[in-house]
């Protein structure tokens, strides 16, 4: 009997690898036959060439392992040109995207990498069997909603794991100063009150920008087409589902926006706002876009994007359109564009700050799922798929935002005392940095020349600098060759943000705003113990058979006061160390010693490295206004030339036969 169904390709990975193959049903299919057929491909997708989707982590680790090997055995016997051609054939034959985009060697040394490969087959299996929890019925709103709860799991267990890696290390600066990466890492957007605030606060000035000019907003909605969905809005199977992923979905999605973003371009016409993406029961991604336009433009904006929205199979909404789009402009009169967009920023973020007192199902999302319990599900989706669920558009950039609100004063001062940097161009620094820290977005906009301008135009953009160093280790591992320029794990020049450039009418100034330089180590090499205050205060040793256990002091009990005066509870008299206690003790001593002295001498290295980097930085920047200060003299010559060559033939000194060509170009 012939297959009700029709092949088409459903990839996991990267659309250049042969895709898996989904069944989607025929018109005349029975509901059992689909079943079975989703049930068949459901298994396929634990199947990745050499590689078998499943739970057991150290298998992962045992098998990237003998990947990242076998290829470093090819390089050694067969050369790298021909060992990279097939470490590319052995990385497709696991449907994993091969690193492109970089050097021969930067690509070779990723291959060669047994943690690049853990990366890729940890994300490739949380993704294939995720996918198969949807091919199988077990991600929609009456089973796990967003995500299967298998997937959940998985994402609360890494989560776990992380966060016990964070606090298990610690990052120290050339001052000295450690903190564990768990509290770092609370200071940053990984924090979600942190991450809501800055939404809400950029939000809040991208709408006060529209007010002051004018400009019209709107909500829209978009939503893929059937094919797109597994799962039907009760929960039964979509028997048009063609077996796309959340990613394809996604993928989708972004193509037609770029199309809607070219037309608009071709069109002139202007828009900024914010993209906000959240998944349908069944995981599938539809978006939110806040958008601002000038009112003139909003029928024309409207409508070029209603059509690239409704490009794909526009039958099914022929009766009801706004099932697909559906688009809602903003009265002022009923509330803003920041009140109307916080739930969905909420309940994308963490869904406390959206909740309100005595009003009913304001805690719940739009399947009456608790925010509490579906903002989690909502992230591990978010993360299983790597889908971004913010992303503003038509604005400057924001790096220069956060760089700004980092900066510290006395710090600048002193940059700018050591580099002299041009005075207009200091003012300008100084008026944004001003309003960064006030956390007035709108002024910030005002000074960066507003949304909807080429970056390029902005008076201030980030300062990319290669980091410099003297290590003698510092060398390509494929040709060996030393280079000043920092090189990364896989043997590439590290380019990174290091401050900001600001440009103004006559001339041009560089800003170092980050000035720690960090190492990361186990938080057990970064402790010492003061064995000295130890040995002082430690009760007596208690010998057990052979062996000897020093009980030292706990944490959080009464310890030798450091003045005569212990305004503590009093604790039990100290019995003093004999001689051979005290010989015991000391070698512990000696041990705290050299971990004190390696630690010391880690310290000194930074520091080095940060006068090196700061040197560089300084150099470049003199250098830079060196030479701008040459074209404004070479400037100023020729023009003074010019106006005396004009005043000349004025005068009829001069015969303009007489000035050679292109003198006046």
Known sequence: MSSPFRRQGVGECSPV???????????????????????????????????????DEQALIDHANAQARAVEIDAAQLGSEKALALALHRVKAHQINPPMGFTHSGMLARVMCPYWWRRRLRRLTN??????????????????IYISNEGYRRHTDQATKNARLLEGLVAINQDGDEYTLAELAELGLANPKNRYTELMVRISGLEHWGVKQGLTSAMWTITL??????MRHNGSPNPKYDGATPREGQACLQKQ????????????LRVYGLRIVEPHHDGTPHWHILVWMRPEDEAQVTAIMRRYALEHCPEEVAHNPSIRFKSVRIDPSKGSATGYVVKYVCKNVNGEQHTRKNVDGDDLDLYGEPLATSVPRVEAWSRCWGIRQFQF???????????????????????????????????????ARKVA??????KYLCLMGGPMQPRDAAPIRPWRVVRQTTDIANCDRITGEWTSDTLGHYGEPMASTWGLVVNSQVGQA????????????????????DFKRVTETATPLNLVGVGVAVDFQRVGEAAAPWIFINNCTDSEAVTPLDEWEQQVTGSFGEHDRHLRSERQRRIRNIQQQAKIDAHQYRVISAKRRLE?????RLRATIEEGRALVISWLAREELSPTDIPPGVFA
């Open 437 to 442: 820290i006030a956390g007035d977005y709108y």
């Open 393 to 431: 558009f038509g604005e400057p950039t924001i790096a220069v935002w956060r760089q700004l609100r980092s900066t510290d004063e006395e710090r600048l001062a002193d940059w700018e005392a050591a580099t002299r940097p041009e005075p207009e161009a200091a003012a300008i620094l100084h008026d």
């Open 127 to 144: 993704r294939r069997l995720e996918q198969r929890q949807r091919l199988l019925g077990r991600t929609h709103k009456k089973a796990g």
């Open 510 to 529: 560089e800003y170092l705003t980050r000035y720690y330089r960090w190492t990361i180590e186990r938080k057990g090499e970064a402790d010492t113990v």
């Open 257 to 268: 926006w770029s199309k809607t973003r070219a037309a608009w371009d071709r069109a002139g």
């Open 225 to 230: 087409h059937s094919a797109k969905h597994p």
């Open 17 to 55: 690898l042969e895709k898996r193959t989904l069944l989607a049903a025929d018109a005349g299919a029975s509901m059992p036959d689909i079943i079975k057929a989703r049930n068949a491909l459901a298994e396929a997708q634990l199947d990745c060439g050499p590689w078998k989707c499943h739970n």
């Open 628 to 632: 701008h200060e040459e074209r404004e």
